[in-house]
């Protein structure tokens, strides 16, 4: 387990072979067993298999070559529709408009991609995440007929894959692990050392070299506003930030 969590590589290219049904679901069944903050399940995974479908998600996220060559496509969703209605057939009209209650479905759609993902891994099979479906949530929840207290969060496709896994480094341990206090010293050096790091690592990859460092592309990635519609999605869909 912990040797596959470790050279885990998204893989963006896949072979044209299904993942076979059975397959697919007891993949799904492991993410089921995720934790999941009071057991709610504020989740929900649409399996696409629609051609045309799949076409339209391909655009739409504009990740094309992982939504056209997938063995299966997924898109993972917050869902609150069921607990929703779960409150309503035991006699209660409820909402779920606090800002802990999007916490507590990001945070279990994220461990049940996350398990789908190590389960899928653990079968060979390589795997990306999508978060390119927020760039078009409205027309996809539309596509997929997603009704109110469900948001799609990212697609996840699955597939044999059909490029080289390469290990993105990560930052030393010591950069995400402090003892008792937050130490933020260590960043002087540990930061422009993971830069070095990730200079090579972007101009030796295979495709899409750069010569970027990470932190010139964190300050890209924080320096203008990202998807800055999805507050007005999300409340449109029934989760707040109350
Ligand atoms: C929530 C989430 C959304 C992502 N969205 C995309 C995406 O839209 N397109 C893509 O090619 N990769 C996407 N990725 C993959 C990341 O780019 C990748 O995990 C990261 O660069 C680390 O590389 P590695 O997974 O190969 O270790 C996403 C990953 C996560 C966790």
Redesign the pocket.
């Given at each position: 387990m912990i040797e596959s969590l470790m050279t885990?590589?998204?893989i963006?290219r896949y072979k044209n072979e299904p993942v076979q049904p059975d397959v697919l679901h007891t993949i799904i069944r492991a993410g089921q067993h995720a934790s999941t903050a009071n057991g709610v399940q504020a989740y929900s995974v649409i399996h696409v298999t629609d051609e045309e479908k799949k076409k339209q998600l391909a655009e739409l996220?504009k990740?094309p070559t992982?939504f056209n060559t997938a063995g299966a496509v997924l898109i993972l969703c917050m869902d609150f529709y069921r607990i929703k209605e779960a409150a309503r057939q035991a006699g209660k009209d409820v909402s779920f408009d606090l800002a802990e209650n999007l916490l507590v479905a990001t945070t279990d759609v994220?461990l049940f991609a996350q398990n789908i993902a190590v389960a899928a891994e653990s079968l060979g099979f390589g795997i990306?995440?999508?978060?390119?479906?927020r760039n078009a949530p409205e027309e996809i929840s539309e596509l997929l007929e997603l009704p109110e207290g469900v948001a799609p969060?990212?697609?996840l496709t699955i597939g044999v894959p059909d490029e080289e896994r390469?290990?993105?480094p990560?930052f030393p341990i010591e950069a995400v692990m402090h003892e008792n206090t937050y130490h933020t010293k260590k960043y002087d050096e540990l930061i422009p050392a993971y830069d070095e790091a990730m200079k090579d690592y972007y101009q030796t990859r295979g495709e899409n070299q750069k010569s970027q460092t990470w932190s010139q592309s964190m300050a890209a990635f924080l320096g203008e506003p990202r998807r800055p519609y999805m507050k007005d999605f999300l409340q449109k869909r029934g989760f707040d930030f109350k």
């Open positions: 885990h590589s998204s963006r996220s990740n992982q994220a990306c995440y999508i978060g390119g479906v969060m990212y697609g390469e290990v993105k990560r």
